[in-house]
Structures are given as C-alpha cells and as structure tokens.
C-alpha cells in the first residue's frame, strides 16, 4: 500500500467509476524513467468493499488532483500532530530527568514567569487542565518541596503559590523549550520563518477565540502591539514597551512583558497584521 501512495509512480484508472466497491479497479503503471503511454499496462485488483472506507482515501490522494485541490487545514493538522509527537516525547524525557512529570515541570515554569498571584485556579486555566489534576500536581511539588503555599497578601483568606529556591533551580530547566524543535525552526530561512510564526500566530488566536486555548502571552493580544507601524520595512511592526521596531520573526507567542489589550483591540491585532493594516491612533492607549 506504501507504494500505492506515491503519486509520481502511480495513476489510477478506474472503470467503471469507484462508486461501485464490488468492480475492478484498474492500476496504470507509469514509470517515471519512460515515457508514460508506451509503459502503461493494466493491473486489475479485486476491490474489497469491507475496506470501501480506507482504500477510498488512498484512492483520492492518487486521482489526478491539481496540488490546490489538497485541504491546506489537513495537511496542516496532519504536520502539528507530527510535531506534537516531538514536544511530548522530549517534554517526557525532560522532565523524567528531573523526576517531574511534565505537567509538574509545566507548573514550574508557569509559577516561575507568572507576573504576581498564582494558584491553582489560575495554573488550571493557563495549562488548559482540570482543577483536579492542577490540584493533583501541586500536592506532588509541595511533597518534593519545590513550591509552597503561603497566604495571598491581597486576600488573607486565600493560598497562593511560590516556589522554593529548590523549585527555582527546577523551573529555570523546566522552561527549556525542546533543542530539537528550536533548532528545526531556526534551521528555516529567515523569510520561511516569518511566515511560520505568522501561521502559528493566527491559528492560536482562532482557537483562543474559540475557547480550546487559553488566552496566551502572544504580541496579537498585547497592549503594546502596533501592526504595521512601519509598513514595507524590515521590521514593520513596533513594540511600545520595548520601544522599537520588530520584524514578523520576532513576533512572540510567550513573552512576559505581554499585558492584555483591550478587547475591542485585541479582536482587530490580528487581522490587521494579516492584511497589512495599521491601528488607529485612537485606540492605541
Ligand atoms: S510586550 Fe511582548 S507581547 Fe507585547 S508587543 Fe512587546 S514583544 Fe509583543
């Protein structure tokens, strides 16, 4: 079946048409080192109609398709769950290291970049996991002494988290972002880079207004932001808080400086980006 994949040494015939699971399909043999007419000799394989289901995919990818008539959001997913196989295997072997398991490892570094109060409300909602298992994973960091609970100073009656100077040390590992993955990114050209993160940028936001990620600490959702500031330069966009220009390679996806922008802005940072469009004056605050 491997080889039925690979659409540079096969085409399929079919005859009659392959809404009929009990008829023959015919398989054209084309060579790629010969001229193709001269090469072609019928193959007829029994159809399996149990198998209608599965071969059908196979049998679409092999008709003649323009590359445009591929669903980008397919492919696309098919890639991000290839990539995601990556992240969870080093994310295991990372924080197997440390003992941790990695959502241990994840709290760590959320606790550790968290400008101000954190508790397990709050890990629950920025992880996207139950109260139970935050609550679960922080029993198991205060048994290996890496956070600890102390009284919010706000809310006398509530308990927040801070880490030990063990935990510390801890969550400055636990914040590594995967070599393996860094490296394939940076290994892109610069433009091809841009636009991966310009991707990347704009598919979170989408699921992040859909609610199947939480809010994120990304340039598209920030005060600071100002798209397009510099339109046709190098680096058009601006930061307000750093106070300077950024190119789209530099756009960020975690910064700590992040703070929310207002929502009526922070409905419109990613679409002008995309198109180009700059903020008006009036609602840059
Ligand atoms: S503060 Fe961070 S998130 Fe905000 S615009 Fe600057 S770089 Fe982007």
């Known amino acids: 079946m491997k080889l039925l994949e690979d659409r540079s040494f096969f085409s399929i015939g079919s005859s009659p048409p392959l809404t009929s699971p009990a008829r023959h399909i015919r398989l054209v043999i084309a060579s790629p080192n010969r001229p193709r007419r001269a090469t072609r000799k019928p193959i007829k394989l029994f159809w399996i109609g149990v198998d209608f289901k599965w071969f059908g995919v196979h049998t679409k990818c092999m008709t003649e398709r323009s590359p445009a008539d591929f669903d980008a959001g397919?492919?696309?997913a098919a890639g991000l769950s290839k990539l995601s196989l990556v992240l969870?295997?080093?994310?295991?072997?990372?924080?197997?290291?440390?003992?941790?398991?990695?959502?241990?490892?994840?709290?760590?570094?959320?606790?550790?970049?968290a400008d101000g109060v954190?508790?397990?409300?709050?890990?629950?909602?920025?992880?996207?996991?139950?109260?139970?298992?935050?609550?679960?994973?922080?029993?198991?960091?205060?048994?290996?002494?890496?956070?600890?609970?102390?009284?919010?100073?706000?809310?006398?009656?509530?308990?927040?988290?801070?880490?030990?100077?063990?935990?510390r040390a801890e969550a400055t590992q636990s914040?590594?972002?995967p070599e393996v993955v860094v490296n394939a990114v940076d290994a892109l050209p610069d433009s091809e880079k841009a636009g991966f993160l310009r991707?990347?940028?704009?598919?979170?936001r989408t699921l992040q207004q859909q609610?199947?990620?939480?809010?994120?600490?990304?340039?598209?959702?920030?005060?600071y932001f100002r798209p397009n500031r510099y339109r046709g330069k190098k680096k058009p966009h601006r930061c307000e808080y750093l106070k300077s220009a950024i190119a789209?390679?530099?756009?960020?996806?975690?910064c700590p400086e992040m703070e929310p922008a207002s929502p009526s802005v922070r409905e419109q940072l990613v679409s002008l980006l995309f198109e180009g469009k700059q903020l008006a004056a009036a609602e840059a605050d």
């Not at 789209?248 to 975690?254: A, E, G, K, S």
């Open 74 to 76: 397919q492919q696309a």
């Open 88 to 113: 969870r295997h080093q994310a295991w072997q990372a924080s197997g290291r440390q003992g941790l398991t990695p959502t241990q490892a994840q709290i760590l570094a959320h606790i550790a970049s």
């Open 118 to 167: 954190v508790s397990v409300s709050n890990i629950a909602d920025s992880l996207s996991i139950t109260k139970g298992t935050a609550s679960e994973a922080v029993s198991a960091l205060e048994r290996k002494g890496l956070i600890r609970k102390v009284r919010d100073p706000n809310d006398g009656r509530a308990l927040i988290l801070e880490l030990t100077s063990r935990g």
């Open 175 to 177: 914040a590594q972002r």
């Open 199 to 204: 991707g990347l940028t704009g598919v979170i």
């Open 211 to 223: 609610g199947a990620v939480p809010t994120g600490r990304m340039c598209t959702e920030c005060r």
């Open 248 to 254: 789209d390679v530099q756009l960020r996806l975690d």
